[in-house]
C-alpha cells in the first residue's frame, strides 16, 4: 500500500504540471495569435445596451 | 432598431459596442444554484462546527438561523440589484454603478480576496482529505499533501479555463451528489429509515450554554460558515441567459437549499457527537458529517459522506476560482487595475488572464499559511462585503426609486432586510473582535492603504465615463 500512495503522489505532480503548461502554452499561443484590441475589446453591459435600443424602437 | 434576441447564435452574446470577444451567455438558473450553493456546502460538511465550541451545541443552532436571517436578506437584496446590474464582478459593478469608484475598487478587493483565500482553504482541506484516505487505506507513513493541494487548484483553474459551462455542469453534479449525501444521512440516522442512533437530550442535559450568553454571541461568528459565499451566484450574471429570471431564481433556490442543509446537519451531527468532540474542529471533529457517518456503522454511508466531503470542497474551490477571477477581470476591465487582465479568450471565452494570474496567489496562500488565518481573512473580506450591501440598496431604492428602471426582481419589505443586515454585521463585527481582534484591525488597516493607493495614484488611469453603462435615467436628486 506504501508504494501504491507513492505512485499516486508522483501521478498528482505530474497532472499538476501537466495542466499548468496545458493552461501556459495555451495563454502563450492565444496572446501572440490575436492582437491586444480583439483580446480586450470586452464592454460591460452589452446586453442592457442592446435592450435599451430595442426600447427606443 | 428591430427587436435582437442577443442569446441567438448569430449573436452570442456579443452586442453593438465594441465588444469582439465578451464572455458566452450560455447558463440557467441551475448553474447559478450550483455556483451558490457549490462554494457554500463545504462549511456544512466542516467548519461550522467551531460555533459549537464556543458556546455549545444551542449556540450554534442560534447562530445557524441569525446567519440564517442575515444571509436571506443578503440573498434577496442580490437578487434585486444583480437582476438589474447584471455585470461580470457582481457586487463590485453594484457598488461601482450606485455607491461610486472608490467603494467599487474596495468591494472589488474583498471579493478578490474572499474567494481565493476560501480557494485556498479548500485545497488544504481536499490535502488533508486525501491524506486521510491514504491512513485508512492502511498507508503508514505521513503523506505528503503538497500534490494533492497543487493538483486541486490547477485542475479547477484549467477547468475554469476551458469554459464556463463545463465548469459549472461539473458543479452542479458534485454539488448535488454532496447535498444529497446530507439528506440520506439524515433520512439513515434520525428514525426515518431503519433505527435512528439521535441522541439530543442525553447529550445536551447539563451542556445547554457551557460559556454562557457570550459564548452564544461568540459563536456567531461560525455560524456565517453555514452559508459564507451565497452571494457569489451575482459573479455569473454575464454569462447567464437570462439574468433577470435566472439570477434571482438560482440564488433564492440556493439560500432555501442552504437554510435545509444547515439545519439538517446541525441536527444529525449534535445528535450524535458529544458537543466537546463536535466543537473541537482540529483536535475533535474536523468533518463532523463523516464522524457521524463513521458512528452509523454504515459502510455504504461512511464512502457517501467520505465522496460528499470532497466533492463539497472541490465545488467550493471551483467556484471560487470563477468568482475571483471574474471580479478581477470586472476591475481590469474598467482599468482599475492594469487593462490586460479584461481580456477574454477568444476560443473558450473565459478571463482567461485573471483566471491564471490568481493561480499563484491561491497556491502561496495554500501551501504557505495556516488554515485557520486564511479562514479568518476570508471570513473578514465576506463581512466587509455584506456591510457593504445594505448601504448599497439603501442608496439603489433612494436614487432609482421604483418604477424608474426595469428590476428583475423586487424584494419585499424593504427596508427592513436592509436595516437586520446592517445590525447583524455589526453584531457580528463584536463577535469577530473578540476571537479575531488583530485580524480585523490588520485587514481594515490594508484596505485604508490600498484605497488611498487607488484614490491618489490608480484612478487617473481609469476610463471615468465608460465605466458606467447602465442605460438608466439620472438619479433622482443629480
Redesign the interface.
Known sequence: ??ET?NYI??A??G??AL??L???M??IK?DST?S???????????????????H?? | MAQTDITSSERDGMGPHGTKVGLLRVLGPAHVWALGVGIVLVGEYMGWNFAVGKGGAYAALMACWFAGILYSCVAMIDSEVTSTVAAAGGQYTQAKHIVGPLMAFNVGLYLVFAYTMLEAANAITAGYLVSVVATMTGYGGALDQRPFIILVIMFLAWLNYRGVLATLTFNLVITSIAFIAIIVLFLSTSGIIGDGIMQHAALFEGHEKPYGWIGIVAAMHFGLWFYLGIEGTTQAAEEVRSPARALPFGTLAGIMTLLIAATLTWYICSGVLPWEFLGDGVNGSVAPLFDTARLSGSNALIWFLGIGTLFATLASANGCINDASRAWFALGRDKYLPAWFGAVHPQYRTPYRSIVFLVPIALIFALGAPLDQVITFSILSGLLGYTFMPLNILMFRKKWPMGTIKRGYEHPFHPIPAIVLLCLCAFTFFAVFLGYGTQLVAMIGFYIVVSLWFHFWRYRFVNRGAQFTMPWPKPLGY
Open positions: 500500500m506504501m500512495w503522489e508522483y498528482a505532480w497532472l499538476s495542466f499548468g496545458l493552461m501556459v495555451d495563454w492565444t490575436y491586444e484590441d480583439v483580446l480586450t475589446s470586452s464592454r460591460e453591459g452589452e446586453l442592457e445596451a442592446m435592450t435599451e435600443e430595442s427606443k424602437g
